[in-house]
């Protein structure tokens, strides 16, 4: 019985050394990917600090929810936000579908933003200055903008979750491809 034991012992011992080349791997290569991430930042001479048509092209590639969770923190940890950006978020009108917004938006954003809440677009007078972030929880939002006086609105992306709207996001700020208007990402 005893050699049983040993022979686990030495099976799981193999195999924790796989991980550990696995995991010094995974270091080297997401290291990498920030600092490859960084210099396309530098880059852009227009947009946001975060491409919605490549982030949904990479999410697609996930076959199941855990690794989609692995990239969406990799995603999260790559991006470096202007630090002169406004950030408001405009309510659904509801707890639960803001509550549901803000949650989806600090997975994928992380939490490091200071969100203004607004009850509509015509609560956004500031937010018309240069370099403002409008997170929706309710539906299109930028004709109101635009219709309010307040400029142009683009619309980055909608995400949804299992087909259901969570929130939009919306910027001022041109984005530096035309691509990156218009996505919607499934959560």
Known sequence: ?????NELHNAVKRLRLVIDNIDSLLV????K??????AIQKLKSSGLFFSPSREKQILSKCPDQRLADVYMAV???SRKAPENIEWHFISAGSPKADGAAVEYFTKIFGCGFKLKKSKSVKDLKTASGKGAVIISASQRVEGDYEAAGLGKLYMYCEYRLKKRHIFSFYSNVPPAFESDLNVTISL
Request: positive net charge; glycine residues 0%; hydrophobic residues 45%.
């Open 75 to 77: 995603l999260r940890n």
């Open 1 to 5: 019985m005893r050699w049983k034991v």
């Open 33 to 38: 990917r920030l600092k490859t991430s960084a």
């Open 28 to 31: 080297k290569l997401l290291s």
